[in-house]
């Protein structure tokens, strides 16, 4: 009987209306029609749950609970039925999968263009890269932003921007750096995981730096902690703390004097960042949309 919505709702129209006459005439069925799907329920609950007056009607104890569980359940339906519109009318929400540096410092930029050219609402889910294509592969996400070209069968790769790495300090330093200025500096970094890890990581081999030979004070799980340990820094120590991260991250306080950046002498750690979709969905007029606007930002 719970799956017969029609005859929960007369009832509901018959407690808003209290008068059978009148529920009949704002349902467009005839009076016996109510009467019948009325002893209908109550013929399936075993009990009484309306009292027929000759000034209304009033509900029984039963006919209270079952009210509320009605009640319930015609919100449950009118809510599915608003779900159904936004699929019938191709409204929904587009999730965009982003690495740390993208989500955090360079997507929210453009979100509201992003809204305005699909017409929907939009979510950022940030991760390390990895996850993000775990997610676009099983479907949570719809498109993917990283910086590590973690390449899968069924995924379309899409070059985006060229990123860079630089060291960067909240005290003035040498704006161009030798092997051997490393060790003079405490150094902050990001996890062994992350790509911008992975990639320090190798340009230092090709320098020759020894990583044992430098005075790590610890290791942090995105750019943003970095980037914030580093603002908070004691300005007035003798060995500047420092770290390597994407220009993107920092450009806004290195631009107002907050924060000071270098390259590595010899050695541009450059990268691109990439945009990631499911080949299966390559035709998908929204997700065309949103990659082709992401494309045109390819000179920021």
Known sequence: MLK??????TFLMVVKEKSFSKASSKLGISQPAVTQQI?????????KIVDRKKN???????????????????????????????????????????????????????????KKRIDNEIIINVDISSRIIDDLENKKNDVALIESPIFKDGIIYREWIE???????????????????????????????????QLTSEVFEEM??????????GTLASPTSVKEAILHADKTTERPLVSIISHHVIKSEVASGLLYEA??????????????????????????????????????
């Open 208 to 217: 020759d730096v020894d990583l044992s030979s430098l005075n790590i004070l």
């Open 39 to 47: 002893k209908f329920i109550e013929d399936y609950l075993d009990t």
């Open 56 to 114: 209304g009607i009033t509900l029984t104890k039963e006919g209270e609970d079952f009210f509320r569980i009605a009640t319930k359940l015609n919100k449950a339906i009118q809510n599915s039925e608003k779900d159904l519109l936004k699929i019938i009318n191709k409204k929904f929400t587009f999730i965009i999968g982003s690495s740390f540096s993208i989500g955090n410092h360079i997507l929210p930029n453009y979100l509201g263009e992003i």
């Open 4 to 9: 017969d919505f029609a005859k929960i709702q």
């Open 263 to 300: 390259k590595v002498k010899n050695h541009k750690i450059n990268r691109p960042l990439y945009i990631a979709y499911l080949k299966e969905r390559k035709n998908d007029a929204f997700l065309d949309n949103v990659v082709n606007f992401l494309l045109s930002l390819n000179k920021i």
């Open 163 to 197: 990123d860079e790495l630089v060291v960067f300090s909240n005290q003035p330093i040498k704006k161009s750096l030798h092997g051997d200025d490393f060790s003079s500096f405490d150094w902050v970094c990001r996890d062994e995981k992350s790509h911008t890890c």
